[in-house]
C-alpha cells in the first residue's frame, strides 16, 4: 500500500516549525539533513549562505506518516502559502483531537473552530504561525 506524507517548504525558519511542531505532536524528529551535509560533487541551488539551513527534516506523526520539510533555496524563489491546501490529521480520541488543535493554534489562527459536525466527526481547522493550514479530525465511527 502506498503512503501519503506531506513536505512543507519554509523561508528560513524551517527548524522552529519543525521544533514546534515535535512539540505539538509529541513525536521526535527522526531525521535532519542541512545543505552543508550536500556531498561537494553534487550539484546544488543552495547558496553558500545557505549552508546551515534545512535540506530535509522529517517527524513521524502516526501509523507510519511522515511530516516533512525544508527551507526552500533563493534560487527556487519564495515559499508560499495558498488557501486551496490543507494537512488533513485524523486522530483516535477526541482528547488528541483537541491537543493537536490547540498546540497548533498557539500563536495562529482559527479558520473554522472546534466542534461536532453534521458527517460525525470532532473536526476544525486552523492556520499555524508559520501560515501552514490544518484540518483535525476525529471521526466518531471508528469506535
Request: hydrophobic share 35%; net charge negative.
Amino acid at each position: 500500500m502506498a503512503t501519503l506524507n506531506a513536505h512543507v517548504a519554509f523561508n528560513g525558519n524551517c527548524e522552529e516549525a519543525f521544533n514546534f511542531y515535535s512539540k505539538v505532536f509529541g513525536n521526535e524528529i527522526n531525521m535532519v539533513m542541512r545543505n552543508k551535509d550536500i556531498p561537494s560533487e553534487v550539484p546544488s541551488p543552495a547558496g553558500e549562505t545557505e549552508a546551515d539551513k534545512i535540506l530535509h527534516i522529517s517527524l513521524p506523526i502516526g501509523n507510519g506518516c511522515m511530516l516533512m520539510g525544508c527551507d526552500m533555496p533563493t534560487a527556487f524563489g519564495e515559499a508560499t502559502r495558498c488557501n486551496s491546501f490543507n494537512i488533513s490529521i485524523s486522530t483516535d480520541s477526541e482528547e488528541q483531537t483537541e491537543k493537536f488543535y490547540n498546540g497548533l493554534l498557539e500563536g495562529g489562527k482559527v479558520n473554522m473552530p472546534l466542534d461536532k459536525t453534521f458527517w460525525g466527526s470532532y473536526f476544525g481547522m486552523v492556520i499555524d504561525r508559520y501560515g501552514v493550514q490544518w484540518m483535525i479530525s476525529y471521526d466518531y465511527g471508528q469506535q
